[in-house]
């Protein structure tokens, strides 16, 4: 039999690999009634659906909760819809546009600079933390280095990242995971105050730009860009940084770990970098919208319907990559998988992603070499539907 896509259940969360095989075996377009979304499961399935966006809109795609209450959509008023105007949650024209726009501050020689910022972030880090010889990895060594890169790359001076960290994880929850209807309230708050900050920040780089996105955004309004969008762009940009490198760090260090891959050899880290994503992605697929009745291995989603790429389904998909649940740190085409998406959204801060993930693992390896897991410790994920990752990780070295 098979179960329904239960993203919000233990096995699901853990290990759905067994369920997504047969869903790839017997029912390639699978209608979720507990994501209220068909699922596209096979490789060859999801990257065509990425590569069709005239039929498979990202228009409104990320608003997944639709849970808000009147009472906080009223607190909320006109950001009631907020991230109607992000670069993942358009379709062309607009999208066009904002990408080119946003691309600006992608560019390789802005990414490759940030390599050495990166690194020291780290060595700081280890620095205070390594006489410790033990720690949660997910609290105390995952998120560190990426939140302050992500935060000095927008321009957040450093004072105020505790704050902008607090409100982006209240963010996050309003948006992206239903809320009883108090909690939404409070959350609702603490995402106005949020947008009045970045708000402060884009009007202060209006008036005294400097080397970082915020102002580079800014001086595009009016010609490319409308305030709103780049208040969206930087508010979301904060949200990217600092949750799906982390993320893909702990599930990258917890492989490693017990496919006894650690420390990884400098030669080595690219492509075992790519075999760790593909095998334990941080980003579990998109959501899209079909525009048009799509027929697909004989089901139709109806125009209209919401639709789930997973492309952790397509990352171990046994046609494309053999034996898929074995780790196979040189395995040739590990870098097909699709955890960056794939077409006119491929992330723009895929990049910079893996340049953080191959740093991390040449410092973390380097400075703790004993690394390993403390025995006995349970291993929990964080329930989410969009991303996979761990709520806490004990290592001791
Ligand atoms: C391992 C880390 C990351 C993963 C797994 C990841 C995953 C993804 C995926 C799957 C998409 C496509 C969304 C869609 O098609 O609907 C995407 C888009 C995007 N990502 Fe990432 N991302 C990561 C890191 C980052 C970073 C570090 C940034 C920025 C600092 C970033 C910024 C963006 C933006 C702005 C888009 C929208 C692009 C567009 O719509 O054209 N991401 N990301």
């Known amino acids: 039999m098979i179960e329904d896509f239960d993203v919000g259940s233990d096995w699901h969360v853990a290990s759905p690999y067994p369920f997504l095989a047969r ?3 017997e029912r390639p377009v699978f209608r979720s009634e507990h994501l209220g979304a068909y699922v596209l499961t096979r490789h060859a399935d999801v990257r065509a659906a990425y590569g069709d966006p005239r039929r498979f809109s990202s228009k409104g795609s990320l608003t997944i909760s639709r849970s808000l ?16 105007s992000f670069v993942a949650n358009v379709d062309p024209p607009d999208h066009t546009r904002l990408r080119r726009s946003v691309s600006r501050a992608f560019t390789p020689r802005a990414v490759a600079a940030m390599e050495e910022r990166f690194r020291r972030l780290n060595e700081d880090l280890l620095d205070r933390i390594g006489p410790r010889r033990a720690a949660d990895f997910v609290r105390d060594i995952g998120h560190e280095p990426s939140i302050k890169l992500t935060a000095r790359f927008i321009g957040v001076p450093e004072a105020d990242e505790d704050f902008v960290q607090a409100h982006v994880k209240d963010w996050f929850q309003l948006f992206l995971s239903p809320q009883p209807p108090g909690r939404q309230l409070e959350l609702a708050g603490s995402f106005l105050d949020y947008l009045d900050y970045v708000d402060r920040l884009v009007a202060a780089r209006a008036k005294e730009p400097r080397d970082d996105f915020t102002s580079l955004m800014t001086s595009l309004i009016g010609t490319e860009l409308t305030h709103r969008e780049v208040v969206e762009l930087i508010s979301t940009i904060l949200l ?25 050899d400098p030669a ?40 789930l ?56 390896g380097r400075r703790l070499p004993t690394l390993r897991l403390v025995p006995g410790e349970p291993i929990a994920y964080r329930r989410s539907i969009v991303g996979r990752g761990l709520a806490a990780l004990a290592v001791e070295w």
């Open 69 to 84: 209450t009147r009472e906080t959509r009223d607190r909320l008023g006109e950001h009631g819809s907020f991230l109607s």
């Open 240 to 264: 990217g940084g600092n949750d799906t490198v982390p993320n893909q760090l702990g599930n990258t260090v917890l492989r490693l770990l017990r496919e006894n891959a650690w420390p990884v």
């Open 23 to 25: 869903l790839r075996a």
């Open 268 to 307: 080595r880290i690219r492509n075992a970098a790519e075999e760790c994503m593909r095998i334990d992605g941080a980003s579990l697929g998109s959501f899209r919208y079909v525009t048009t009745d799509v027929t697909l291995h004989g089901v139709t989603i109806p125009a209209g319907a919401l639709v």
């Open 309 to 364: 790429l997973s492309t952790d389904s397509a990352a171990h998909d046994e046609t494309v990559f053999p034996d898929p649940e074995r780790f196979v740190i040189d395995r040739p085409n590990a870098d097909a998988h699709l955890v960056f998406g794939y077409g006119i959204h491929f992330c723009v801060g895929a990049a910079l992603g893996r340049l953080q993930l191959r740093t991390a693992l040449e410092v973390l």
